[in-house]
C-alpha cells in the first residue's frame, strides 16, 4: 500500500506543480503585454499540464478500492496542510495585493502556489467521507497534539 500511496502523491504534487505553473504563464504573459518582456514558457507549461491530466486520469481508473482513495485524500490533504503551515514563512515579506508587473517573480510563483494549495484542499476536504473525517481530524490531532 505504501508504493501506491507514494505513487500517487507524486502524481498529485506533479498535477499541481504543473496547474501552478499554467497560472504562472499565463499570468506573465499579462506582464508580458504591459512591459514587451514575454516569456514563451506557456506552451510547454500546458502540454505538460495535459500529460499530468491524462496520468492522474489513468490512475484514478485503477482506484477500485475505497480505503486506497480514502488513504491518498487523507495524506494529500495533510500535506497541503502542512505547505499552508508555512505558508506565513513563505509569503511574509509581501503582500499579494501589489502590483504584479511589479512583483518579483518568485514572490508571484509563490502566491500562485498558496492560492492553489488552499483551494485544493478545500476541495479535499468537502470530498471527504464522515469516516475520513475523522481520520482526518485524529491525524492533525496527532501532529499538533
Not at 79 to 85: A, D, E, I, N, S
Not at 101 to 109: E, G, V
Request: charge should be negative.
Amino acid at each position: 500500500m505504501q508504493g501506491f500511496l507514494n505513487r500517487a502523491l507524486q502524481l498529485l504534487q506533479q498535477l499541481a506543480y504543473a496547474r501552478v505553473l499554467c497560472e504562472f504563464h499565463r499570468i506573465q504573459d499579462l506582464r508580458c503585454r504591459a512591459s514587451d518582456i514575454c516569456s514563451h514558457g506557456s506552451v510547454t507549461a500546458q502540454e505538460r499540464l495535459v500529460a499530468c491530466e491524462q496520468r492522474v486520469e489513468a490512475f484514478q481508473q485503477n482506484l477500485d478500492n475505497p480505503d486506497k482513495v480514502a488513504a491518498v485524500r487523507l495524506a494529500r490533504a495533510l500535506y497541503l496542510r502542512m505547505l499552508l503551515g508555512s505558508a506565513a514563512k513563505r509569503l511574509q515579506p509581501w503582500s499579494d495585493g501589489e502590483d504584479i508587473t511589479d512583483m518579483p517573480l518568485s514572490h508571484m510563483f509563490e502566491w500562485i502556489s498558496h492560492d492553489f494549495e488552499r483551494l485544493e484542499l478545500a476541495a479535499l476536504e468537502d470530498a471527504m467521507t464522515p469516516a475520513e473525517i475523522v481520520m482526518y481530524a485524529r491525524s492533525i490531532e496527532g501532529v499538533h497534539g
